[in-house]
């Protein structure tokens, strides 16, 4: 049986997840949903790549319109349920992550532009 707070934190997920697809977005809730190659599985579910670690995210969006000369518009939301105010280092892990995973795509986008590697 679930805790209480493990309880709260699902809802929230399930909530903001509803919240994501509502507001124009196709949930990634498996690898394949990718063709960019940027998600991979492990044991705790759907991971993003990052150009140093792969991370874990809560809900995973790609907008269903991309705009012209733009890569697809992705939304990454973790979601913490606390009693109390987060702090500075939660912000700034929180930061280095999507500049991680930003950098890792830019770098997919570039060699698959280059031609080295076919696109999937």
Known sequence: MSSLPALRGYLLEEALAWLVRASGYRLL?????????????????LLVKGRGANHQADTLGEFVYVPPFSLPIRLFVEAKFRNDTTGIEAVRNA????????????QLASIRQSGLVPHK
């Open 95 to 106: 930061f280095g992550v999507v500049s991680d995973v930003n950098e890792n795509y830019m």
């Open 29 to 45: 809730t498996n690898v394949a949903d990718d063709p960019d190659g940027a998600l991979t599985s492990a044991g705790n579910g």
